[in-house]
């Protein structure tokens, strides 16, 4: 029988924004799992891309097997998906895993949902933001009109909510903050004031909280007045705030009450560019490593700085509209953003631990398409089973050392910081663990 546990070897994305040379985790794994890769010193590594998507299809190693890569192998063994993920996503691997590391913020964007309202126009069209919407089918799925639309840049069908696990100290952008400290933004950032307007800004600090849809309301037109703004107003505007902040930062003056550490940070990496202004609405999230964020569909975000695995539906879709050199749509983003105010505590997904084993915590968020386990196994644990389940899994090392033993795999696998497997549904692998400190480990599943 030809193997159905084998190793991967993962593709990388050297986006700009990507932490340089071995300050990257992406960098440094791929330097312990694969050792004849040279790592560039002044090259950036944001992402290592884990999975079958057509732009970073992983390659197989394995020279038993005649397929080259993943997908190709996956297209050609369905039934290792398990048959509930076979038939649900029609014989494809519904993840895409990532490790990403962040050393510049990601645009400020939003994932379009499967179902969800959606915009005939052309990308030009403006909106005004005080009524007069085109007219919205309802219940069309957003992204797949804007991929038949735009397939340039939309580049495919799929929704794409995703989770995001901090493997160092990791910073986000995620969702909108409460309505009281907009307020309080909104009246100690003048700047932000006079972008948005008297009559809009007032309108939200008059929605009271016993109105979520009025405050929703209000935030949209705040929200959309800023990002419709003209441009050399609001480059105008912008370079005021960093100014006088600047100045007071020099005089030794507290400028949190304009967030004025993150703002003077986000100008300097992308100056005059209008998402320097979302800090003032969008809760700024810290997680510890181990700590999740899960953002849905139409949660605005940006990724600002640290290293995480990453967990997405198989989509490349985004709809961007600020921190960014990339095509912007303002006016998709605006409307179909989740304009549900919550405090960042919200935002971090707790991980359970697994009821089964008392080594694995579970991120398992409330849609089909993927769920990640931790896999923490201590140093007195000398064998360890991974064990199997009816669903095609990926697993990533991330710290320790271990020799991998599987009926279904071709031989022993030697298993260290940076191995990538993939795991058939209902196949297990026993480690039998050689490292002083123990095993870490993040395994990429679909537990319909």
């Known amino acids: 029988f030809p193997p159905t546990v084998f190793p991967l070897s993962c593709v990388v994305q050297n986006y700009s924004w990507g932490k340089v040379g071995l300050e990257s985790e992406v960098a440094k794994l791929l330097a312990s799992g694969e050792p004849l890769v040279q790592i560039q010193p002044d090259q950036p590594y944001a992402e290592l891309w884990m999975g079958t998507h057509p732009r970073g299809d992983a390659l197989i190693g394995d020279n038993r097997i005649p397929q080259k890569t993943l997908g190709q192998w996956i297209a050609d063994n369905p039934a290792c998906l398990g048959a509930k993920v076979k038939d649900t996503f029609q014989g494809q691997l519904p993840f895409l895993f990532k490790v990403l590391s962040v050393n510049t913020a990601l645009s400020v964007q939003a ?22 919407h085109p007219a919205l089918p309802s219940l069309q799925e957003l992204a797949a009109k804007l991929h038949a639309q735009f397939p340039e840049h939309y580049p495919d069908a799929n929704h794409k909510p995703e989770m995001a696990i901090a493997l160092t100290p990791f910073e986000g952008l995620c969702g909108f903050r409460p309505v009281e400290e907009i307020v309080s933004f909104l009246q100690n950032v003048p700047e932000l004031r006079a972008l948005i307007g008297e009559v809009a800004a ?32 609001f480059v105008d505007q912008l370079n005021m705030l960093v100014k006088r902040i600047s100045q007071e930062a020099a005089e030794g003056k507290d ?21 320097c202004f979302t800090i003032y609405f969008l809760n700024l999230v810290r997680l510890e490593p181990g700590e999740a964020m899960f953002l849905g569909a139409n949660e605005p975000h940006a990724y600002l700085h640290g290293d995480c695995v990453e967990i997405m539906a198989c989509s490349d879709n985004t709809v961007r509209a600020g921190l960014t050199p990339k095509f912007i ?36 968020p409330a849609v089909p398409d993927f769920t ?20 095609a899994s990926i697993v990533l090392v991330i710290q320790g050392t271990a020799v991998g033993t599987s009926t279904a795999a071709a031989s022993e696998m030697s298993l260290h910081r940076g191995s990538v497997l993939f795991i058939s549904a209902n196949e297990s692998i026993s480690l039998h663990l050689s490292s002083p400190d123990g095993m870490l480990l993040f395994r990429a599943c679909c537990l319909l």
Request: with cysteine; net charge neutral; proline share 8%.
């Open 202 to 233: 007032e309108q939200l600090e008059r929605s009271g909280s016993d109105d979520p849809r009025g405050v929703s309301a209000a935030l949209r037109v705040c929200f959309t007045r800023l990002m419709k703004s003209e441009k050399k107003f």
């Open 111 to 132: 994932h379009p949902n499967k179902v969800g309202r959606a915009l005939d126009r052309q990308p030009s069209q403006s909106l005004c933001p005080w009524g007069g």
């Open 329 to 364: 749509d303002v006016l998709t983003l605006c409307e179909m953003l989740n304009y549900t105010p919550a405090p960042s505590s919200s935002k971090i997904f707790p991980a359970v631990q697994s009821q089964l084993d008392p080594n694995v915590y579970l991120y398992d």
């Open 255 to 275: 400028t949190s009450g304009s967030n004025g550490d993150l703002l003077l940070r986000l100008h300097s990496q992308y100056p005059g560019d209008i998402g």
């Open 372 to 391: 990640i386990m931790r896999i923490e196994i201590p140093a007195s644990i000398k064998l360890y089973l991974i064990s199997a389940m009816d669903s």
